[in-house]
């Protein structure tokens, strides 16, 4: 049995919410929205017991999610704040679990998972923000965390058992990390303004942390490959 459930409460004001499950088994899709002026999405199709669930509070925001032959895989965006946009893309696997949680303003955040047991998390507290993560494999996990703002985090992992997180506590930073291979782990912390750090891992087995304390306009690069 696949289920579909949209709530629009009191006091809801010009919201849009669509559902499309097609040959989709055992599934469950769920949009409310309670503030005003919403857009939210969810395509579900030839997948098995998958859970989609976009909750919109704020006003003016843009959520979607298409889960296309996952399996067993949960997607959820809370917006709670006002302007934000929020994409959930998987595809051909299964055991993934992607969220976004948007408290802050004008935020944009991306998410794509191919493959199995991939965990994918951004969180946006801060305004202007963007965030992309993109995943290719097996058993790879990654966080997002922006409460400063204009901030650009940026996480690619293609392989298995990856480990990546970026933490934007300043505001104007760059920050991307690149990960190709297995087992390998990434951190950057950017707690300062107008700073770029970027770390990118070939192979297998490396691990790389960049902290930006403070200060303003500060540059690092890592690169192991192996």
Excluded: C, K
């Excluded at 051909?92 to 992607?98: D, F, P, V």
């Excluded at 493959?115 to 966080?143: H, K, M, P, R, Y």
């Excluded at 690619?156 to 934007?168: C, L, P, S």
């Amino acid at each position: 049995t696949t289920q579909a459930y949209i709530s629009q409460l009191s006091p809801s004001i010009g919201n849009s919410a669509t559902i499309s499950q097609v040959d989709e088994v055992d599934s469950i899709a769920e949009i409310t929205q309670s503030g005003r002026d919403n857009v939210a999405s969810i395509l579900q199709t030839t997948g098995t017991s998958n859970l989609a669930s976009i909750t919109q509070d704020g006003d003016d925001n843009l959520a979607q999610i298409d889960q296309i032959g996952q399996s067993n895989s949960t997607a959820i965006i809370v917006q709670t704040g006002d302007d934000n946009s929020a994409t959930i893309s998987g595809s051909l696997g299964s055991g993934n679990n992607a969220s976004i949680d948007q408290s802050g303003t004008t935020n944009v955040a991306d998410l794509y998972q191919v493959g199995e047991l991939n965990i994918a998390s951004v969180v946006q507290s801060g305004d202007e923000n963007w965030a992309t993560g993109d995943q290719q494999g097996i058993g790879n996990e990654l966080l997002i965390d922006q409460s400063g703002d204009g901030n650009l985090g940026t996480i690619t992992q293609i392989g298995d058992d990856n480990y990546a997180e970026i933490i934007q506590s300043g505001s104007f930073n760059e920050a991307d990390i690149y990960q190709d291979g297995s087992g390998n782990w990434g951190s950057i912390t950017q707690a300062g303004d107008y700073g770029a750090a970027y770390i990118t891992q070939l192979g297998t087995g490396h691990m790389a942390t960049i902290v930006q304390a403070g200060g303003t306009g500060n540059y690092a690069d890592v690169y192991q490959s192996n």
